[in-house]
């Protein structure tokens, strides 16, 4: 056992894990923050996006211990109080979900592509960054709609990488 030690969500969280334990593992069963969901554990349907140090991370493909010291931000992290973020209220507005299940990742993803582009989204940038995600119910229209709302409203300069 190893204990791994992070700030989720502007809490600072230590826990007792075994050296294998998968970051998604980590945030539902170690801490009890069950927003970020496990879809397909191969890296491919995007469900489990949270962000580490501000940048979009697939929690199943990343151990726990990889992340410790990390700043961790999850899909609960985002609203400030009843104050959605702008993408997930965007996501409301525009209907972008239907079961939900692809929601949270849908969500982080956006949020890290707005912050890495900017007000600069156009719907084919959106569609291309949204390859790693996978929705099974909406055909990613509102989706699409969802994000560029959001970027609009946001108007954020595009970050250095």
């Known amino acids: 056992m190893t204990t791994v030690s992070m700030t989720v969500n502007g809490r600072q969280v230590s826990a007792d894990v075994e050296d294998r334990t998968l970051l998604v593992d980590y945030l539902r069963n170690a801490i009890n923050l069950t927003g970020t969901h496990v879809g397909c554990d191969t890296s491919q349907c995007g469900a489990c996006v949270v962000h580490v140090d501000g940048r979009a991370v697939k929690s199943c493909t990343m151990l726990a211990v990889q992340a410790s010291g990390s700043a961790v931000t999850t899909i609960e992290g985002l609203a400030t109080g009843d104050e ?54 909406t055909g990613y229209h509102n989706i699409v709609k969802a994000i560029l709302d959001a970027a609009a409203k946001m108007q954020m300069p595009a970050a250095a990488e």
């Open 84 to 137: 959605l973020h702008p993408v997930q209220a965007a996501f409301r507005e525009h209907h972008g979900l239907q079961c939900g299940f692809c929601t949270p990742g849908m969500i982080m993803t956006a949020v890290d592509m707005i912050r890495r582009h900017g007000g600069q989204l156009d719907e084919a940038t959106v569609r291309h960054e949204l390859e790693g995600n996978i929705c099974r119910c």
